[in-house]
């Protein structure tokens, strides 16, 4: 496993960005929620899909960071300047925290899901995930709580995409004070 901070430091291709985030505590959600700004990047970033060629990382977009209190899993929300989603990237990880200069950090437990906008949901580097077992590099016990994470995110989350956009349309409202529902598609 590795660590990973919510800056998005091994993105090389981020040349000046701004995070600004907090922590909620609702009945709604417990957790970071947070919004990295990407000012500049060297070379953009696109990724395929289907025909297309999809941008999630360019100057002017924004990332949002949601990682729930106490579970498995963090979600990236790559969005243009226009805050339209692009992608959503889901790590399931093994353990969270916070840097001591107040970056909040996950380690990463190799499976992701990706989900189009289409609403379309991808399993990612399961063959990264199996390795680390062959490996010794997670246990038993962290790998199948990955599987049993992403699985449990596609049967709820990703059943119903509306839902799942209204739930980033509420983390998005808090850290940026606006109402963004028209953009979020």
């Not at 399961?126 to 049993?148: F, P, T, V």
């Amino acid at each position: 496993m590795y660590k990973c901070r919510v800056v998005y430091d091994e993105w090389k291709s981020m040349i000046k960005k701004h995070r600004e985030g907090s922590f909620e505590n609702s009945s709604n959600f417990k957790g970071y929620v947070g919004l990295l700004s990407i000012e500049e990047v060297s070379q953009k970033q696109e990724w395929k899909y289907k025909d297309e060629t999809i941008t999630v990382c360019d100057n002017g977009y924004k990332w949002l960071t949601i990682m729930p209190k106490d579970d498995y899993y963090c979600i990236t929300v790559m969005m243009d300047n226009d805050y339209n989603i692009k992608v959503s990237y889901i790590d399931m990880i093994d353990s969270q925290g916070i840097d001591d200069d107040g970056v909040p950090f996950f380690y990463d437990c190799y499976l992701d899901l990706v989900v189009y906008p289409d609403g379309y949901v991808k399993e990612d580097d399961r063959d990264e995930l199996d390795e680390a077992l062959q490996n010794g590099d997670i246990s038993k016990e962290q790998y199948d709580r990955a599987l049993q994470t992403a699985e449990n995110l596609r049967q709820t989350f990703f059943r119903d995409y509306d839902k799942f956009i209204r739930f980033v349309d509420g983390r998005l409202k808090l850290i940026t004070n606006t109402d963004n529902t028209k953009y979020l598609r």
